[in-house]
């Protein structure tokens, strides 16, 4: 979701200006065929020509409530006052998280922002000059916030098309390929600039690995990956994805004139028939917490079945880490909350949030342990049996404070002849779209430098959500050599 003031400033965004805005927004009326440039522009039309504030009824939902308010207007065309009756009904559906447009710039806005600055606009200039002023430092850990309810987003929708979908995996399969047909995952890729600098850097700072060499890209996208490799020098490449992005990636090629190199091919890189071998095989393959999608699998089959006996792969490993964090602000607001809801104790609510892993940006101050690195995998020799495990883990904390969670990240190392690269997701680098996955704690608790925390960590693939993880925590907390706790939970990453 992004803010209606700050969705521009996000660290990793770049235009080609400074001042630049990224992309122009289309706002659809949500009660005629209306079309506008801004969320200003509108409001003001639904107030003049349908006689509805729309901010105000919006503002005063959810975020969740609004998105599938909006959805549920546009599937079954409500009128103004049948919209404005809905909004005061009991909540719709999960279903309704799924656009009903594709590209609907409303779903984008923050209402309830927008809601509250429009009533400080309208209590006096004075109030409006407080209410307006937004320093630095709080617009940062407001987009933190925003990009944290994306990644929830994403989450949510790809578990609901899951569910939706037959129980059969090739149907599962086609749910999940259609939800990477839509553009805007793939903008928020492209605008990832540690995720795509660190494909570009290495892909131009190796010519000797690319030149005249054959490279198979999995899970192509918009074919940025193609683009650099052919750039670079190979000879020829093939581009494989199963979504109907591929149909924008052939016509990409061509305008950019390396359709002569580049091959796209719409499909399962499991079942393409292709039938050359490929000195390298590229893709960006990695998920939430590293392997959340299960798109490794697919890569590690085109290897298996493409690669030949001195190519490699592009990333050439990966490693998982975890570190033991103080963030009792997110904690406050993904589960104390439920304890006290306007006066009302809402804790049996607690549970299905303390049973999924988070998705939210860590800030580096919340680090209170040092980092264990508990899984690595050699990309090059790695099999599929090997993607569910159970790892150890010891981690010493470091900084006195209330422990609320556990968080995963993962760092991707390229290496080459002439240049190597990291793409590091963890809270100290510069931020990326995967942000961090927490595994909030029951019951959070004050720890002691030197506190040490042993056990193991676990992934094993969700048996109802195909592409789904779940992931296990079992460990003891000791304190000069005394056992003062225990962790042990699930938490499903689906």
Known sequence: MLSAEASSEDDYFEGEDDGEELMTCDFICLFCESHFSDIASLSSHSHSVHQINIVNILGALSFYDAVKLINYTRDKHLSPDQFRIQSEKTKLDETYMKPTIPDDALLMIDFEELALLSTANATSDKGKQKQCKTTELELHYRIEELEGQLAEMKLLYISLLDQQASPEDALQDETYYNSYSDY????????????????????????????????????????????????????????????????????????????????????????????????????????????????????????????????????????????????????????????????????????????????????????????????????????????????????????????????????????????????????????THWLQTTLFLHDPLDMQTQDIITGSITFKKCSQVKRGYIIGLDALISRQNTKIASLKHQYHLN
């Open 184 to 431: 805007s995952i793939h903008s928020e890729m492209l605008q990832d600039k540690s995720r795509t600098e660190t494909y570009r850097d290495f892909v131009y700072k190796n010519p000797k690995l690319f030149e005249g060499k054959r490279v198979l890209d999995v899970g192509c996208g918009t074919g940025i990956l193609s683009l650099f490799a052919a750039r670079a020098g190979a000879s020829s490449v093939v581009a494989v994805d199963n979504s109907g992005i591929a149909e924008k990636a052939k016509a990409i090629v061509k305008l950019n004139q390396l359709h002569d190199r580049i091959n796209v091919i719409r499909g399962k890189v499991e079942d393409v028939q292709i039938s050359d071998s490929y000195d390298i095989i590229i893709s960006e393959w990695m998920g939430y917490g590293l392997l959340f999608e299960c798109m490794l699998d697919s890569v590690i089959c085109a290897r298996n079945k493409f690669m030949s006996l001195t190519g490699t792969m592009i990333p050439n490993r990966a490693s998982m880490f975890a570190s033991a964090i103080s963030d009792e602000a997110s904690y406050k607001k993904r589960i104390k909350f439920w304890s006290d809801v306007y006066g009302f104790d809402m804790s049996p609510m607690k549970e299905n949030c303390l049973n999924v892993a988070s998705v939210h940006p860590i800030s580096p101050e919340s680090v209170i342990s040092t980092t264990c690195g508990f899984k690595h995998f050699d990309l090059n020799l790695v099999e599929v049996e090997q993607l569910e495990f159970t790892s150890d883990i010891e981690i010493t904390v470091t900084k006195a404070g209330l422990m609320t969670g556990i968080i995963i990240y993962f760092t991707c190392f390229f290496d080459g002849p002439q240049y190597s690269a990291v793409l590091d997701t963890s809270p100290e680098a510069a931020p």
